[in-house]
């Protein structure tokens, strides 16, 4: 349970303190105030004025031990030998005037400081009040959590725990935790299989190890070649690359129909499989098909997955290109996205250019991780390219700049609904779909959960975000043909109806029962 924040007494004792000047014996000025041992200006006395209400009033004037109450009134009597001026005693009448006036000056200078009886009641009532009210919040909060946790609301706890670490309130957030890890498992409902990877990017979040437990998710990956079969369990058991892959090869294939020379740019080709199809579409063109000329731009992940270089993607698709009699060739930037520049991408006059961002995009840093804002740098670099067409297919989900909780909300709505079309795909009691879970969106989770910085990499944004951007860039949106919207529906046909397909604002939405998982658009 959160700890409530106490509140101390007020304290009116004024305690006398020496001054070096033994001929005044008049109430010291204002500048000669000390309070809990620092000077009081009339510069830097409002501040005092809504102090700690623990504050000591010491007042400097005479080396007498004399103390007042806060009415003003001695609590024991000076010293009366060490009032003395150039040696010699003061005689009493001098004396009777000085308390006289010095006690009258205290209840001056305790009206100014506190303000009158009523208002420090006032204050009592105030501070006691705050009081109640954090107690009675602190209590509300520790029941509904007990509630939450009674009744196994998963998602309430886990967002609950999130808040308390969001808060720095760590005896809240461990609690939580063990109590987590009573209600998750890898192998049990879809919401507890998201929970087990929530909860592990919150642990390691918690002991600020996000970066380290996404970089040994890496290190415990399988073999490439058990990794490239659970990318392709998953591939085949939901429809979201495929609809990637369909949507950005329809708006290409449109594009192009009319093209002798075509040069396609992808900054993610993985594998190379989304070239496939369109490699088989334009063999079977009317009037024999174009001269195709890929640029496949690599990274770190598909190069593992797939066991090699670039290069085993070329000749594949090479071999694929010759049987169907379509003149190909490949050429491989072996860079990351992020640091491609003109000159890597080896455009050619004469040349119809097709850039594709396939699930990629989200990936570069923008301008609030990187100065460079290599996102932004990319479009502008693209534009200057004058290209027919632009393919985007991104996430529809917004955890790029989110604050941590909004940001941990939308991760659970939207794996979630992942984790739910993959229950309804596979068995639950499938041997390889823990390990498609694991391999495939674990370490994307944890990346979301428990890192920042540059070492979050997984940076998604709505599809109106990236409308401004494009936008931004000089590009104007390429309308979709209807025939794509009509051959994605008849793949749908073959998986869950609870799939959903949207098309407005010129784009299509791919939807998991209410919630829209991916966006495709194009743009020129």
Not at 83 to 104: A, D, F, I, K, R
Not at 280 to 308: K, M
Not at 403 to 425: L, N, Q, V, W
Not at 451 to 472: A, D, I
Request: negative net charge; charged residues 20%; aromatic residues 8%.
């Amino acid at each position: 349970m959160r700890a409530t924040e106490r509140h101390g007494s007020v304290s009116h004792k004024f305690v006398e303190q020496p001054v070096e000047a033994p001929e005044s014996y008049g109430f010291p000025s204002i500048h000669n105030v000390a309070i809990q041992g620092e000077h009081l200006s009339p510069h830097n006395f409002g501040q005092y004025e809504s102090s700690s209400a623990t504050s000591k009033y010491h007042v400097q004037s005479s080396p007498s031990s004399l103390s007042f109450s806060a009415n003003g009134s001695p609590t024991s009597q000076p010293d009366l030998q060490s009032y003395q001026s150039s040696g010699s005693p003061l005689n009493q009448s001098c004396l009777t005037n000085n308390v006289g006036g010095l006690s009258h000056k205290i209840r001056e200078l305790e009206s100014l400081l506190l303000g009158n009886e009523s208002d420090v009641l006032d204050i009592y009532g105030i501070t006691s009040q705050v009081k109640h009210n954090q107690d009675l919040s602190g209590e509300q909060n520790w029941k509904q959590m007990m509630e939450m946790i009674s009744r196994g609301d998963l998602k309430e706890v886990l967002c609950a725990c999130a808040e308390a670490l969001a808060e720095n309130d760590m005896s809240t957030t461990e609690w939580l935790m063990s109590n987590l890890r009573q209600m998750v498992s890898v192998s049990g409902e879809p919401v507890q299989r998201l929970g087990a990877y929530m909860l592990e990017g919150l642990v390691a979040r918690l002991a600020s190890t996000g970066s380290c437990i996404y970089a040994s998710l890496r290190c415990k990956e399988p073999a490439s070649a058990e990794l490239l079969s659970y990318m392709h369990i998953l591939y085949e058991i939901c429809p979201y690359f495929k609809f990637g892959c369909m949507s950005a090869n329809g708006a290409i294939a449109e594009a192009m129909k009319d093209e002798s020379r075509v040069h396609i740019i992808d900054f993610q080709i993985a594998q190379g499989s989304q070239w496939i199809t369109l490699i088989q579409a334009l063999a079977s063109r009317p009037g024999g098909p174009p001269h195709i000329r890929l640029t496949g731009i690599d990274d770190s992940t598909s190069a593992y997955a797939r066991g090699g270089g670039l290069d085993l993607v070329g000749k594949r698709l090479s071999r694929l290109a010759e049987s169907y009699k379509v003149p190909f060739e490949f050429h491989a930037a072996g860079i990351s996205a992020s640091e491609v520049q003109l000159e890597d991408l080896a455009v050619q006059t004469g040349e119809a250019l097709a850039v594709n961002f396939s699930f990629t995009l989200h990936h570069m840093p923008d301008e609030s991780v990187s100065i460079e804002n290599h996102r932004d740098r990319l479009l502008r670099v693209v534009k200057s390219l004058s290209p027919k067409v632009v393919t985007l297919v991104e996430q529809e989900s917004n955890t790029n700049t989110a604050p941590f909780c909004p940001r941990f909300t939308e991760a659970f709505s939207y794996y979630g609904a992942i984790f739910d079309s993959i229950d309804a795909a596979l068995p639950r009691e499938h041997k390889e779909r823990i390990n498609v879970e694991q391999h495939c969106l674990a370490r994307e989770i944890v990346n979301i959960i428990a890192c920042e910085g540059v070492e979050r990499v997984e940076r998604t944004e709505l599809l109106s975000k990236w409308r401004s951007r494009f936008m931004m860039a000089g590009f104007s949106p390429y309308p979709l043909s209807s025939i794509i919207n009509a051959t994605i529906k008849t793949l749908l046909q073959s998986y869950s109806e609870k799939y959903t397909l949207e098309e407005r604002d010129e784009a299509l939405y791919l939807g998991w029962k209410n919630q829209a998982l991916v966006a495709s658009c194009a743009w020129r």
